[in-house]
């Protein structure tokens, strides 16, 4: 495994320079972060040199991004949801006693944090330090994220009455948002950076049960009991995710995800009829900015479909289904990302290295792969085993490749 040393900001920047300028087509950039001379040739290989609208010159060669639309891609790239936070060492000493909705309010600490997980990892994306319900603390609603516990609601919601509190979020609201992504684009260079927001059933999820829940109980009594409310509830949502999506795209993101983590809790047919129309509504509001946008839920592999229904260019998987299954199950048109058990990750590394193996495997069946985790990076993983699985991808990916011409 290649040596890593810690590097600044500053050392990001040089280790990332602006690809701006004048470069052949098809040539790689220089800003390629690719561990292996094979990857290099596959780059120089790559068949097409189609361009990615509205995606800026800085990162329109990105495998990520190709990936992302479907594109030929030198190798599969590779990103971590969680990659940023709190299995870092450097991170937990950084933050100190800083509450996380502080931390996401300080557009240094946002920098610093989206940054970290690069200095270690020749990852192909960076995603924004930030978190699911940081536009419901920006438009008033009392909210905290309670240590060891997760969102935590002063007043959850009961009644229209309680409508009153989901104002419209503005531009203004978030200005930290906006100056953290001008930033950290101009540190990233060719490095594509992902923009994120929370799906309208997961935060109306925290709202209604008030906080983190196993059963979505009170959530679920209120979507069968009160369709109308409830309507009204996700409206709003989406309208707030909406506006969070387009000032993040405004302030320089490459792509979107949409995280409706607990989704998954409900039947298929109840997700088309109460939850589906506020996400494609969300999508297709993105839609005219040309950046990728990708949904993802946790045990939706009953759900895949209709994630991908909702408008999403990419599907995101977690790990209790085959990807070859997963793009069974997702219409034509559509990348996967995924899928790998977080777990895993905590078991030797023989183990690591065959599981992702049969992840790249059967990643091969999608019309593109980004390769992920099934969720978020557990607190406990070895920042030295995601170093390697990165690598790992990268080189694996052209083999295969190579093994097929």
Not at 33 to 52: T, Y
Request: charged content about 25%.
């Amino acid at each position: 495994m290649l040596a890593r040393r810690r590097l600044s900001s500053v050392d990001l920047r040089r280790r990332v320079p602006d690809v701006s300028a004048e470069t052949p087509e098809c040539q790689p950039r220089p800003g390629f972060r690719g561990p292996r001379a094979a990857i290099r040739r596959a780059r120089q290989g790559v068949a097409s040199c189609e361009k990615i609208g509205d995606v800026t010159t800085q990162t329109e060669e990105s495998p990520f991004l190709r990936a992302c639309f479907r594109q030929p891609v030198p190798y599969t790239p590779v990103w971590f949801m969680r990659q940023a936070g709190r299995s870092l060492p450097e991170y937990r000493a950084a933050r100190g006693k800083t509450s996380m909705l502080d931390a996401c309010g300080r557009p240094d600490l946002i920098t610093e944090f989206t940054l970290q997980p690069l200095r270690r990892y020749p990852v192909d994306a960076a995603i924004l330090f930030s978190d699911i319900v940081v536009p419901l603390k920006a438009v008033g609603v009392g909210i905290d994220i309670a240590p060891g516990v997760g969102p935590v609601v002063e007043q959850p919601v009961r009644g229209e009455q309680d409508l009153a509190r989901l104002r419209a979020l503005r531009p203004e609201d978030v200005p930290f948002v906006t100056e953290a992504i001008t930033t950290l684009v101009r540190e990233l260079g060719p490095v594509p950076l992902i923009g994120f927001a929370g799906g309208p059933f997961t935060l109306a999820s925290y709202l209604v049960d008030g906080g983190p829940s196993k059963s979505f109980d009170r959530t679920k009594s209120l979507m069968y009991g009160n369709p109308k409310l409830w309507a009204a509830l996700l409206s709003r949502l989406a309208d707030i995710t909406i506006a969070f999506l387009q000032v993040q795209v405004a302030a320089g993101v490459a792509a979107v995800q949409l995280f409706d983590s607990w989704a998954g809790s409900i039947s298929p047919e109840d997700y088309r009829q109460s939850v589906l129309p506020h996400s494609r509504r969300i999508f297709e509001a993105l839609a005219p900015s040309g950046v990728p946008r990708i949904h993802f839920g946790v045990g939706t592999s009953e759900l895949l479909g209709l994630l991908g229904e909702a408008g999403a260019d990419v599907v995101g998987v977690d790990w209790r289904i085959p990807l070859d299954e997963a793009a069974r199950r997702v219409e034509p048109g559509k990348a996967l990302q995924g899928n790998l058990d977080p777990a895993v990750l905590l078991a030797p590394w023989d183990v690591v290295e065959r599981r992702a193996r049969e992840v790249l495997e059967r990643g091969r069946t999608a019309e593109g792969h980004i390769f992920n985790l099934g969720h978020g990076v557990l607190p406990e993983t070895d920042p030295g085993v995601l170093a390697q699985l990165t690598d790992l991808v990268h080189t694996e990916s052209v083999r295969l490749a190579e093994g097929t011409r």
